[in-house]
């Protein structure tokens, strides 16, 4: 199974192979064995030959997979297509929603966990869209920063752990110790 999404190409490529093929239904004819033919009175598949699904339960889903393939392989394309269609009308406005929160976000003194929580769910959906640089970054890396520093002055209020007050102080200004 292909990790990676398909390109344009690649779906093109699917759909002249799919265009190609004898349309579908196939049908199996049993006066020849296990040979499938695009309908009854239609030319023979081409390229298919001799099936040998074996009996049972696995064989009969196998012979309608088979049967079934050439119509389902146009209307997974067509599904591809549609979605990807959907997909680029929904990026640009998720992008312009990202930066009018990132600035909002960046601005005020305290958005709020809900204000900060839907800017970090929509960067994380908008990433990889091509888009002008916001403000998504910086809001979230201030406010990250601020609960370090909240968490160090807790810290430091209860006498704990200095190296790990004086690590929380580095991470909060952006200042991250080299590992040993």
Not at 6 to 24: C, F, S
Not at 57 to 66: P, S, W
Not at 120 to 126: C, D, K, R, W
């Amino acid at each position: 199974m292909t990790t990676n999404p398909l390109t344009d190409q690649q779906l093109t490529v699917i759909e002249a192979r799919a265009g190609a093929a004898t349309p579908g239904p196939w049908e199996e004819h049993d006066d020849y064995g296990p040979h499938f033919y695009a309908y009854l009175r239609g030319s023979y598949l081409r390229g298919v030959g001799t099936l040998n699904f074996g009996d049972g339960e696995d064989a009969e889903a196998d012979r309608e997979f088979v049967k079934h393939a050439r119509e389902d392989v146009d209307a997974l394309l067509a599904e591809v297509r549609r979605l990807r269609a959907r997909v680029t009308e929904l990026e640009g406005p998720a992008v312009e929603a990202r930066a009018a929160l990132a600035a909002l976000c960046y601005d005020l003194e305290d958005p709020g966990t809900a204000a900060l929580g839907a800017l970090y769910l929509i960067s994380q959906a908008t990433t990889g869209v091509e888009a002008t640089r916001d403000d998504a970054v910086q809001a979230l890396a201030q406010h990250d920063a601020e609960v370090l520093r909240k968490a160090a002055q807790v810290l430091e209020e209860t006498d704990r752990d200095d190296d790990a007050v004086n690590l929380l102080y580095l991470l909060a200004d952006g200042k991250v110790p080299a590992t040993p």
